[in-house]
Antibody, heavy 119, light 108 residues
Framework: EVQLLESGGGLVQPGGSLRLSCAASGFTVNNYVMSWVRQAPGKGLEWASIISAGGDTYYADSVKGRFTISRDNSKNTLYLQMNSLRSEDTAVYYC?????????????WGQGTVVTVSS | EIVLTQSPGTLSLSPGERATLSCRASQSVSRSYLAWYQQKPGQAPRLLIYGASSRATGIPDRFSGSGSGTDFTLTISRLEPEDLAVYYCQQYDNSPQTFGQGTKVEIK
């Protein structure tokens, strides 16, 4: 059974850093496209970052240069390093895995971890 | 960037009624790379439909997707109380992938 479990969220001051983790089970993270999708309070879904099976990384313009997506195959875990955090980064952050058909849609989601950027 | 506009913003229907949700794209989603997700209150999104019309594993057949090009539809044939949720469309044909703003389905 595919499972995704995020951790690492919390309260951080503007300009601070945080690293989110997403522990995967039931599959190997380096064999799939994995993403971070976020949702600001009361708002819709926003894609933040993707890492392909080949290791290519992509970022939304809103986080480019500040966030870094990576994975540790030995721990079967996806990460999101978030630096220079802003109040507008406050959101629930979900990790998600693509499905088995063509294209980067998301068949599996974690439960989310809350990031609050505030002084 | 492809902008997805969902309508209506809120849909209020009685159990057993048919719900029709629209997702319109600002430019063609040429490979029908469009997905629909359901998000119940306090929960993570759940995949309903991918490839515009393929139902995800375990999704009841009262949920169906259709459309192509710039106009896509999610239909719930017979609403049930547990269908109370916000529904999002997502295009993954063009980078960056984008989501619509959501349609809230309320049960009368």
């Amino acid at each position: 059974e595919v499972q995704l479990l995020e951790s690492g969220g919390g309260l951080v001051q503007p300009g601070g850093s945080l690293r989110l983790s997403c522990a995967a089970s039931g599959f190997t993270v380096n064999n799939y496209v994995m993403s971070w999708v976020r949702q600001a309070p009361g708002k819709g879904l926003e894609w933040a970052s993707i890492i392909s099976a080949g290791g290519d990384t992509y970022y939304a313009d809103s986080v480019k240069g500040r966030f870094t997506i990576s994975r540790d195959n030995s721990k079967n875990t996806l990460y999101l390093q978030m630096n220079s955090l802003r109040s507008e980064d406050t959101a629930v952050y979900y990790c998600a895995r693509r499905g088995d058909s063509s294209g980067w849609y998301y068949a599996y989601w974690g439960q989310g971890t809350v990031v609050t950027v505030s002084s | 960037e492809i902008v997805l506009t969902q309508s209506p913003g809120t849909l209020s229907l009685s159990p057993g009624e048919r719900a029709t949700l629209s997702c319109r794209a600002s430019q063609s989603v040429s490979r029908s790379y469009l997905a629909w997700y359901q998000q119940k209150p306090g929960q993570a999104p759940r995949l309903l439909i991918y490839g515009a019309s393929s139902r995800a594993t375990g999704i009841p057949d009262r949920f169906s997707g259709s459309g192509s090009g710039t106009d896509f539809t999610l239909t719930i044939s017979r609403l049930e109380p547990e269908d109370l949720a916000v529904y999002y469309c997502q295009q993954y044909d063009n980078s960056p992938q984008t989501f619509g703003q959501g349609t809230k389905v309320e049960i009368k």
